[in-house]
C-alpha cells in the first residue's frame, strides 16, 4: 500500500493551495482518508478527514471554514482545498488511510501513510 500526497509549494498569505493524495495498493474507495500536517517541532496534527463515499467529513477547529476535503473514487484521489492561508499553516502535509472513518485525531487511527509535501505560506 502507498500513498502519495502532491501539490504543495510556496503561497503568500491569503492565497490558495490544492494538495492530492492518490493511493495504490489498496481499493482506494474502501478507505477512508485524513489529512495531517507536521509543524516543526510540534507532534503531527489532524488537519481533515472523509469517509469512503465522501458523504461525512470532519476538520480541525483550526481550519474549519478555510480548508475542503474531497475525493474522487473514480480517479482514486482525494483532494484538499486549502483557501485562505495562514503563515501558522506552514507544515509538511501527509494523507493516511483507514478502513474506518473517524472524528478522532489520533494519528493512530490510521493504518497507512504517505510521503509528505512541504507546503510554506510567507507572510
Known amino acids: 500500500v502507498q500513498l502519495q500526497a502532491s501539490g504543495g509549494g510556496l503561497v503568500q498569505a491569503g492565497g490558495s493551495l490544492r494538495l492530492s493524495c492518490a493511493g495504490s495498493?489498496?481499493?482506494?474507495?474502501?478507505?477512508?482518508t485524513a489529512w495531517f500536517r507536521h509543524l516543526p517541532e510540534k507532534e503531527r496534527e489532524y488537519v481533515a478527514a472523509?469517509?469512503?463515499?465522501?458523504?461525512?467529513?470532519n476538520y480541525a477547529d483550526s481550519v474549519r471554514g478555510r480548508f475542503t476535503i474531497s475525493r474522487d473514487n473514480a480517479k482514486g484521489l482525494v483532494y484538499l482545498q486549502m483557501d485562505y492561508l495562514k503563515p501558522e499553516d506552514t507544515a509538511v502535509y501527509y494523507c493516511?488511510?483507514?478502513?474506518?472513518?473517524?472524528?478522532?485525531?489520533?494519528?493512530?487511527?490510521?493504518?497507512?501513510w504517505g510521503q509528505g509535501t512541504q507546503v510554506t505560506v510567507s507572510s
Open positions: 472523509i469517509s469512503q463515499s465522501g458523504g461525512r467529513t
Open positions: 493516511a488511510a483507514g478502513g474506518v472513518f473517524t472524528t478522532t485525531t489520533s494519528p493512530s487511527r490510521w493504518d497507512y
Open positions: 495498493g489498496l481499493t482506494f474507495f474502501g478507505y477512508a
